[in-house]
């Protein structure tokens, strides 16, 4: 889009009803500027707002600034006040406008400032200036550590001098500012009184808000008969509080008359009379036109029931009842417009309202009162919406996410968490190609979905004049419709209920209809919908079986990819196109005019897919420009084409769609361009998605880009497990290898020896171990010990291969593992230690009964020593065995988990059967601790009901009918097994925990084994600079780890606040550090921009906080490159020290892997632009709001200085080859074209699957790899067990394996080689692929050729006829068929 400001849509009037004529710009209500061009060149540049000081915040606090006119000489009260949301700022100046035109003894002067406006350093100069002469200070909701710290710095100056000082609810450091006469809060936390209790806790949960009203109803009661003056000055606090709370001009006024009149030495003597707090309800049901508010739903309807204004369907029983959660702190002040327009939009809908507020900031208990009947325990409402955008139970402080959880269980009606801007103006938001303000995402978005909370949708701005809230009308509707679209669900009966399922093709070709990570589509499919059909859903039609299935939506199989290819459902002309989408004009800059050749015949847009009865299975188009060299190389993705908008048009107007449901990991719907978080109207996900509830089968393992889901598409995302993981096992020389191994361990002393020794040397070689393992010539004298040795090292890689996690197969949605299929996922559970639960690993526990250390056997296995390498494997084989009997004990003759409860109580009752204690008592780890094994085997226990309970398709039935998805974390189940059972709503973390202490632990590990790894390859010099890769997924699973390998590199440590977040850092000396600062060029994916916004403006901060440090260069090498670049490029040292780079807003991707995927390239120079030109854009703590800016010199520059690159593997279901993106984000030969001297940095990749973190280099673990997956049968006859899927899984692994070559040139010549012979040169395997999936295998076929043509791999020339001859044979074959 070449604005994201607004849209040039230019539509007919008679297209739009009135409403929207009215609406149609989400600008209508803002003034027009010439800003708003349109630049409609053919590459998109996009301006970024960035507009004054770079800051989200542009508002000034001289709106909040009331100035009296002094007559008669009158004492001037001067307050200053600071706030987190401006709905103060009205009734605060009314109070003040109205106190000066009524009082004869004062004149009030005040200015109030907004916490995130002190970002800037100007605006902080003028309220430490205004705090000089101010007489009362007051501050509220003050929860943000860094700005925290800076208001605290300059109210603690002035403490001692102003005449009061009032905090409510905010940070301790904060609180302790407060002074009223004698009171003062500066012991809070140590103090015993109740009030300090309440701080101190620790788990401040949803109770500390009520305990704290409970207090603030009572003391006043109590303290006003006790004498001392301390008692009354804490009574003065509380009616502070109670006037605070109470937010209406008439309790401000009085509140400011009470203050001054008690503590301002000139107004002393004066008797100034105010009025009690008026107090209103704390909780209840408000209604903009009810005469008063209610605690009683039966009231409130009965008044419900009376009005005049609305028509009798509204009354009625029938029409639909929407719940809303209000924050009573805008009903009270009186700014509460954005809530009366969304009470209005949805009566205007036909739908009934209950709109209920609480003044604490836990609506747990008023959501069980006011929206469950409580007779029935059925909800009284369809679907529930929280406009106050807050976690539903202690809101921006401390949350209490099960409470949450418990009481959104009972309502059990979907829940929506709506968002009112509170950092930004409208005007700021509309601008910005970020959305929303980054600590606003952490707080509203991130928080809220902990408890399940949906579609992130801005329903309000905020005038940046008098503060106040205004309502959003296009996004208001919106977020009604959506509600009651939700809310419909749990009316309509299942036989009428209409279900788009949708499928992915990536990249297009018939072959890959159907694509989802881990997931066999079609079958998964297949049995939803018969489920679905038992259930009462109408699936007429529906084939016999999954095969069948696939064969109805792929029927036309075979033609290019711009013609029809697949099962035509409905053709849509250009007129009636053009009509169901009223932003189809917008997509004619990019696209030009409809049909286009995407998806059309020319003249219609093609829908594909099939219907049956009430379900329609289609495939999404895909984004258009894959194949299009030139269009991969703009920096800015391209909008939808026409064929993408028809297809959800269709589903939306023609199909009449209740729901969608997104098929498996992943679609391009979410990866659309508009801003990241925060739609506006004229960003593609939301227009696209339209009004339909989207439902998403996830991968569990993948928390991010299922987040990028939920904010973008408003998706209700479910996840689904991954294959259950096998190891790797060995296979052909790899087998005989490890049985010449054991051969030698008993006959080494023997005179067979050397000769054993030399048949091992022989076969490694056959093997290419060589590459990995330093091998002498074979027949070279060597002493027994380094025969022990060289047998050590070939051991320890071949166990390394043996014992590599695999998942096996594809996973069927409604199929757990058996408990068999579960043991290697449990063996690797088990292989943890969990400090936090004092549950000991089991190999640490088997280690501990021989005396060793299993730390100190992982370094020696890893050097090759031989005893070691053999203990490891007999702990390893030992602790499978124990989990296998474990296991066997716990399950009926078919293998199925029975009630694992009573069986375990029963096992861990008799101290002498348990399986596990048997099992070892045959080995040497007899002796083993039993109490510490019965901790881990009863968690173990526990994680194997986890592992096989099925809820997938019960989660998706629940969404169906309207229900609440209970929410989990999404992540690996091995590091964390709360991921399991699967079928929840995933979500991530809250951006600001982390990194935790743990993940910095766990970095420093990994960081100096790459920093001794590089030194032993770089003659003993520490790398300069290190270039390396933030994955937003990988950050979610180990909670920061990489995040924290970076700031370990550069030498600072992450500081939490007193709630656990991290929002600083402090610099660790060197001394303490014992080596240089090492400089980093950080690349973050798009989907860790949109997730860790904060931690990148962390990241930014860290290294321009290194770069200015008063130290020697050879010291910090972060210093001397950004001096050396401030120089070269003549900026600041500052901007030289840009170090945080990603894609710009609304992009992802370098788009290699789209090139690779499609072979759409010409030469490995094409590829690096296309990363220069889409990956150059920089992050800048110092204007956090401006977005992401190009800085494409100082990014060159600073690869220029790379000495290695680095990515990080984390779990076991994702490696190199599995997934194109991380080739996709690999700089190194990129980073080659830089350097000075052309030499290829190393290029490593740190592996942290197991206890025991490895860091290899690239081409080590892609041999890796390739053993354990692309050549490893056990892998591939998994894949070929799938049928159609898993003939396209083994040819992604091999255009995986091309892409490194290109980006990195690590892949050997054999690897090429060995996946020939295995799929080529093998007759009966060749035909099995090319009857399964000819269309895969053509592509397979097809990227050998391209690997020889590309020079990736050299090899005979009747090897590369006979590839030819086969392109051309299932070219005709493909063609048969078709005809």
């Known amino acids: 889009m070449a604005s994201l400001v607004s849209s040039a849509f230019t539509l007919k009037p008679d297209q739009l009803s009135s409403h929207s004529q009215k609406h149609y710009f989400l600008h209508s209500f803002l003034p027009r500027k010439a800003n708003y061009q349109i630049h409609s060149k053919y590459p998109l540049k996009v301006k970024c707002a960035a507009v004054g000081n770079g800051l989200f915040t542009q508002t000034s606090p001289e709106v909040r600034r009331i100035v009296p006119e002094n007559r008669d000489n009158l004492p001037t009260v001067k307050i200053v006040y600071v706030v987190l949301e401006a709905q103060y700022q009205s009734a605060l100046s009314a109070a003040v406008q109205a106190l000066n035109q009524q009082v004869n003894y004062a004149s009030y002067e005040v200015v109030g400032y907004l916490v995130e406006e002190l970002r800037d350093v100007d605006t902080y100069k003028t309220f430490c200036k205004d705090l000089e002469n101010a007489n009362i200070f007051i501050g509220s909701l003050i929860f943000v550590e860094e700005l925290a710290l800076k208001i605290k710095a300059a109210v603690e100056k002035e403490r001692d001098r102003l005449d009061a000082v009032l905090v409510f609810p905010s940070m301790p450091e904060v609180m302790r500012l407060n002074k009223l006469g004698s009171f003062s809060m500066s012991q809070l936390g140590q103090s015993k009184s109740p009030f300090f209790q309440l701080f101190k806790k620790k788990k401040q949960g949803a109770g500390f808000a009520d305990s704290m009203l409970k207090l603030v109803r009572t003391l006043p009661k109590v303290l006003k008969y006790l004498p001392s003056d301390k008692a009354q000055d804490a009574r003065l606090y509380i009616l502070s509080l109670q006037f605070w709370l109470g937010g209406s001009p008439d309790n401000l006024q009085n509140f400011l008359k009470m203050i001054s009149g008690s503590y301002v030495p000139a107004l002393r003597g004066q008797k100034i009379e105010y009025a009690d707090p008026v107090l209103f309800l704390d909780t209840g049901i408000w209604h903009p036109l009810a005469p008063c508010m209610y605690d009683d739903v039966k009231e409130y309807l009965n008044w419900y029931g009376t009005r005049k204004d609305t028509n009798e369907k509204l009354k009625g ?189 990536f990249p297009p070709d018939k072959g890959n209809v159907g694509t989802a990570a881990y997931l066999n589509v079609f079958s998964s499919i297949f049995s939803v919908l018969k489920d679905l059909q038992r259930d009462g859903y109408n699936v007429e039609g529906l084939p016999e079986t999954s095969e069948a299935l696939i064969e109805e939506i792929i029927h036309d199989k075979e033609a290019q990819f711009s013609s029809p290819n697949l099962n035509i459902a409905y053709k849509m002309g250009v007129r009636e196109y053009q009509s169901l989408t009223p932003y189809a004009t917008a997509l004619e800059e990019n696209w030009g005019k409809p049909p286009g050749n995407l998806n059309s015949d020319g003249e219609n847009l093609l829908v594909y897919g099939k219907q049956y009865g009430n379900v329609f299975i289609g495939v999404q188009p895909t984004f258009g420009y894959e194949g299009d060299p030139m269009r991969l190389l703009f920096s800015k993705s391209a909008s939808p084409h026409h064929g993408f908008a028809a297809y959800y048009s269709f589903v939306e107007k023609i199909f009449k769609a209740d729901a969608v449901l997104h098929f498996g990991t992943h679609g391009s719907l979410e990866f659309m361009p508009g801003k990241q978080v925060g739609m506006s109207d004229v960003c593609y996900p939301d227009s696209l998605i339209g009004n339909i509830p989207n439902v998403y089968y996830y991968a569990a393992n993948n928390p991010s880009e299922a987040t990028i889901a939920k904010r973008r598409s408003y998706a209700n995302t479910i996840s689904y497990l991954t294959p259950p993981a096998e190891n790797a096992g060995l296979y052909k020389g790899l087998k005989q290898l490890s049985e010449l191994i054991s051969s030698y361990q008993s006959l080494k002393d023997t005179g067979r020896g050397p000769q054993i020794v030399s048949s091992i040397i022989s076969t490694a070689k056959q093997c290419n171990l060589d590459k990995d393992v330093e091998l002498p010539d074979e027949g070279a004298e060597i002493s027994a010990k380094e025969r022990d040795l060289v047998v050590g090292k070939v051991y320890s890689k071949i166990m390394e291969i043996e014992s590599r996690l695999l998942p096996c197969g594809l996973h069927v949605i409604g199929e757990p593992p058996s408990a068999l299929e579960a043991v290697a996922t449990l063996v690797n559970i088990a292989a943890l230690d969990r400090p936090e639960d004092e549950i000991a690993s089991l190999p640490s526990i088997l280690a501990e009964t021989v005396g060793r250390d299993i730390e100190d056997i992982y370094r020696g296995s890893d050097k090759g020593i031989l005893k070691d390498v053999e203990l490891l494997r007999q702990i390893t084989e030992a602790s499978r065995g124990a989990i296998s009997a474990f296991v066997e004990k716990t399950t009926n003759k078919k293998g199925q988990v029975v009630d694992v409860a009573d069986k375990l109580s029963s096992i861990l009752g008799f101290g002498m059967n348990e399986p596990w204690i048997q099992y070892l008592s045959n080995t040497k780890f007899y002796r083993a601790d039993r109490a510490k094994l019965r901790t881990l085997f009863e968690f173990v226990g526990e994680c194997l009901k986890l592992v096989v309970a099925d809820n997938e398709l019960g989660s998706l039935k629940q969404a169906l009918e309207g229900k609440y998805v209970e929410p989990g ?135 321009k906080m290194v770069a200015e440090l008063d130290e020697p260069e050879e010291q910090n090498y972060v210093r001397k490159h950004a001096l050396e670049q401030a120089k070269a490029l003549g900026i600041d040292v500052r901007e030289a020290a840009t170090r945080v780079f990603s894609n710009a807003s609304g992009s992802y991707s370098s788009n290699i892997n789209l090139a690779v995927e499609n072979s759409s390239w010409n030469d490995e120079k094409q590829l690096q632009d296309m990363y220069l030109s889409r990956k150059s854009f920089a992050f800048d703590c110092d204007a956090p709001g401006a977005g992401m800016s190009e800085k494409r010199k100082v990014f060159e520059m600073a690869l220029s200085t790379a000495d290695a690159t680095f990515q990080n593997l984390d779990s076991s279901e994702i490696s190199l080859t599995d997934v194109s993106h991380y080739f996709d984000s690999d700089p190194t030969n990129l980073v080659q074209s830089f350097r000075k001297d052309g030499k290829k940095p190393n290029a490593y990749i740190a592996d942290t699957t197991t206890a025991n973190a490895q860091v290899r280099t690239l081409a080590e673990t892609v041999r890796l790899d390739a053993r354990t997956k692309l050549l490893n049968p056990k892998w591939y006859e998994g894949m070929m067990s799938s049928g159609y899927e898993g003939v396209r899984e083994i040819e992604k692994r091999l255009t995986n394996t091309v892409g490194w070559s290109a980006t990195s040139g690590q892949v050997d010549n054999w690897v090429y080689e060995e996946a020939n012979t295995t799929f080529i040169q093998d007759e009966e395997m060749l035909n099995r692929l090319m009857n399964t999936n000819p269309n895969s295998f053509r592509k397979l076929v097809q990227t050998f050729l391209e690997a020889n043509g590309r020079g990736y791999w050299e090899t005979s020339e009747e090897n590369i006829e006979k590839l030819r001859q086969l392109y051309s044979e299932v070219e005709d074959k493909i063609e048969g068929i078709d005809q």
């Open 317 to 505: 029983p029938d029409a639909p009842v929407i719940g809303l959660i209000l924050q009573r702190s805008h009903i009270v002040t009186g700014d509460d417009s954005h809530y009366v327009a969304v009470i209005m939009e949805l009566e205007a809908r036909g739908a009934k309202v209950i709109p209920i507020f609480a003044g604490g900031l836990d609506f747990a208990g008023p959501v069980e009162r006011f929206f469950v009947d409580p007779v029935m325990k059925k909800p009284m409402v369809n679907s529930a919406i929280s406009l106050t955008g807050f976690a539903l139970v202690g809101g921006p402080a401390r949350q209490d996410h099960p409470r949450a959880v418990e009481a959104l269980r009972k309502l059990d009606v979907p829940y929506i968490v709506a968002l009112p801007l509170v950092f930004q103006t409208t005007e700021e938001w509309l601008n910005s190609t970020l959305g929303l303000h980054p600590i606003q995402v952490a707080l509203q978005v991130a928080l809220p979905e902990l408890d399940g909370g949906l579609e992130p949708i801005v329903f309000a701005g905020r005038d940046p004049r008098t503060g106040k809230a205004h309502a959003l009308h296009k996004r208001v509707e919106q977020l009604c419709t959506r509600a009651i679209r939700w809310g419909e669900l749990k009316r309509k009966t299942k036989a009428e209920k209409k279900l788009a399922i949708t499928v992915f093709s």
């Open 969 to 1103: 974390p999404g992540g690996d189940p091995i590091r964390n097994p709360k991921v399991l059972p699967t079928g929840k709503n995933i979500h991530a973390l809250d951006p600001q925990a982390i990194p935790t202490t743990a993940a910095m632990q766990s970095a420093k590990v990994v960081v100096d084994r790459l920093i001794e790894r590089q030194k032993v390859d770089n003659g003993g010099k520490y790398p300069e600079t290190v270039a390396l890769v933030l994955w937003g997924t990988d950050n979610i699973k180990t909670y920061g780890e990489s995040l924290a390998q970076v700031l370990w590199m550069i030498g600072v440590r992450p500081v939490s606040d007193t709630f656990g977040r991290v929002n600083r850092v402090e610099p660790v000396s060197l001394e303490e550090l014992g080596r240089p600062r090492i400089d980093v060029v950080v690349n973050c994916s798009g989907v860790f921009r949109d997730l860790f916004i904060n931690q990148m403006n962390l990241l930014d901060r860290a290294v």
